[in-house]
Each structure stands twice: as C-alpha cells, then as structure tokens.
C-alpha cells in the first residue's frame, strides 16, 4: 500500500518518487496511541515492567513489516513516543505509571529521544542541560536519533496540566529528578565518542 501511494503521489505532483516513511506517530485522538498498542501487547498500562521491551519488538515490526511494503523506506520509520501526543501516555503519566526515567529507558530503542514532556517551571537551566545530556548519550553510544522537547511549565508544578490545544494535547507536569548536576555540566567541553570495538 505504502509503495502504491508513494507511486501515485509522485505522478499527481509530477515528482520523483522519495522515501516511505513508517513512522508511528500518535496524536491525542482516540485510536491513535502508541501507549495503547504497547497496552494492546500485554501491559496493565504503559510504563509498567516491559514496556521497553514492548516497544523494541514494535519498532522492529513497523520496520519489518515497512521494508516489505515499499521498495524506498527512509525517514525514522518507527514508534514516537511524545507524551502530551499520545493519550495514552497521557493517561500513564495521570497515574504516575509513566515517569521520565522510564521515558528515557525507552528511548533507547524507539524513533526519537524525549518528547513533548512537561516539567515544572522551577526546574533548573543545569537538571534540563542534564537531561539533554542524558540523552545526547543514549543517542551517541547507540548510534541513533534522539532529541529533547522539554517544557518548564511556569507557574505550574507536578500533577499540574498544561493545555496545548490540536494535535500537541495536553501535558500532565511530569516530576523531575531535581538534585543538581551542575558542577558536571559547568565543566564544559564535549562528551567524547565511545570506543565501539570492545562493545560487550
């Protein structure tokens, strides 16, 4: 299907057929949530003991299943894991069985890094460069795309919601690790790449 509509795209806009991206990318509407899937597979609710291990064997599918779809597959072509996006993430956070340390574990093997996670509007510059830096390291020693989309929601603390409208949703406050990496992080410099030959 994928291929058929890559082919029928190109020829209505009379450009060369690209890529098929596969990507998973869930929106606040109902049926729409990678959470829900993971849920689907056998989790209580998103966030509890193999999430992670869920995830991994849903990326794999997409993956497996697009390769065979469509002769040009590019892009991410996996599961996003975007909380205030993803109703059913949201859901998980409400209940505290999604935390952002779970959020990072499972970024290790979806598409994207930490996405669309409200903190409160008191956490530091230093705890949010942390996080970013936590994640910048999943992403160098696994060879693969992470990012960072973190909103301090000011004025507004943990179990606080803050209301993005459309298809952004909604952000339950989420609670952050706030003891301080700043000495860490006011070092400088750059985290070297890892030595991969001796990987065990």
Same mark, same amino acid.
């Given at each position: ?73 590019? +892009? *991410? ?10 109703? /059913?993430?949201?859901? @998980? !956070? $409400? ?34 460069? +942390? *996080? ?10 696994? /060879?693969?795309?992470? @990012? !960072? $989309? ?51």
């Amino acid at each position: 299907m994928g291929q058929l509509v890559g082919v029928e795209a190109s020829r209505r806009l009379g450009v060369p057929f690209g890529i098929v991206d596969l990507s998973l990318a869930p929106t606040p509407a109902v049926g729409d949530s990678v959470a829900h899937i993971l849920e689907a597979i056998g989790l209580e609710q998103c966030g509890a003991c193999g999430t992670t291990a869920c995830l991994a064997m849903l990326n794999d599918a997409v993956k497996k299943g697009g390769v065979m779809a469509s002769s040009s597959v590019g +892009g *991410l072509s996996g599961a996003f894991i975007p909380v205030s996006e993803d109703a /059913g993430m949201i859901d @998980a !956070v $409400r209940s505290e069985s999604l935390t952002i340390e779970k959020l990072e574990a499972m970024t290790a093997v979806c598409s994207v890094g930490l996405d669309m996670i409200v903190v409160p509007g008191d956490t530091t510059a230093e705890v949010i460069s +942390g *996080l970013i830096a936590d994640e910048a390291a999943i992403g160098m020693v696994n /060879g693969k795309t992470t @990012a !960072v $989309r973190v909103i301090p929601a000011i004025g507004k603390t943990i179990g606080d919601e803050l209301e993005f409208g459309g298809l952004l949703g909604s952000g339950p406050v989420m609670k952050i690790n706030d003891k301080s990496p700043a000495q860490f992080i006011n070092r400088g410099g750059k985290i070297p790449a890892p030595l991969h030959s001796l990987k065990n």
